[in-house]
Antibody
Framework: EVQLVESGGGLVEPGGSLRLSCAAS????????MNWVRQAPGKGLEWVGRIRSQDKGGRADYAASVKGRFTISRDDSKNTLFLEMNSLKDEDTAVYYCTTDPDYCGGGVCYSGLDFWGQGALVTVSS | SYELTQPPSVSVSPGQTARITCSGDALPKQYAFWYQQKAGQAPVLVIY???ERSSGIPERFSGSSSGTTVTLTISGVQAEDEADYYCQSTDISGTYRVFGGGTKLTVL
């Protein structure tokens, strides 16, 4: 059974920092390209960023709204994805989901249509 | 930055056909993906690579592409299809993913 279990959400003051974790199991995490997606209360989905598999360079790319403040990383030895969030703003308040990319090639295999999501971690930025 | 444009809402009666469009300049070159999100739940991928139906998704869901517009079609809409639908794709370079603003499907 595939599982993505997020942790680390909570309340933080503006300008503060928080780190989210996403523990993966049930699929080949090492090959996976992983995304962070967020949803502010009552709003639509917003792509935050994506990290490639290590064999594809392990590079992370970010939405303009978080670039320079957020950092995505991964520990393949622990099948865990991270989102480090710094200089948090009120508008970063959202539910944050980790999710597999729906179309990628990693470890010599191409995957299309994978659709695994975490349960979501609520991040509230407020004084 | 790159944007995908969806209508905010679509309304249909049960049994009718719902069509939800998504427009973006890079869509002729980049695949589109469609997600369904029901209230209080995580999104579910219904269509990938423009027109491939995800596992477990009913046959009444289909996707198509024409130029800079992709379309999600739901034939014979059922009450359970009432949800928010989001298209997703990437910019022309394939680097940055983006979601459309979402379309609320109301089944009258």
């Amino acid at each position: 059974e595939v599982q993505l279990v997020e942790s680390g959400g909570g309340l933080v003051e503006p300008g503060g920092s928080l780190r989210l974790s996403c523990a993966a199991s049930g699929f080949t995490f090492t090959n996976a390209w992983m995304n962070w997606v967020r949803q502010a209360p009552g709003k639509g989905l917003e792509w935050v960023g994506r990290i490639r598999s290590q064999d594809k360079g392990g590079r992370a790319d970010y939405a303009a709204s978080v670039k320079g403040r957020f950092t995505i990383s991964r520990d393949d030895s622990k099948n865990t994805l991270f989102l480090e969030m710094n200089s948090l703003k009120d508008e970063d308040t959202a539910v944050y989901y980790c999710t597999t990319d729906p179309d990628y090639c990693g470890g010599g295999v191409c995957y299309s249509g994978l659709d695994f999501w975490g349960q979501g971690a609520l991040v509230t930025v407020s004084s | 930055s790159y944007e995908l444009t969806q209508p905010p809402s679509v309304s249909v009666s049960p049994g009718q056909t719902a069509r939800i469009t998504c427009s973006g300049d890079a869509l002729p070159k980049q695949y589109a993906f469609w997600y369904q999100q029901k209230a209080g739940q995580a999104p579910v991928l219904v269509i990938y690579k423009d027109s491939e139906r995800s596992s477990g998704i009913p046959e009444r869901f289909s996707g198509s592409s024409s130029g800079t517009t992709v379309t999600l079609t739901i034939s014979g809409v059922q009450a359970e299809d009432e949800a928010d639908y989001y298209c997703q794709s990437t910019d022309i370079s394939g680097t940055y993913r983006v979601f459309g603003g979402g379309t609320k499907l109301t089944v009258l």
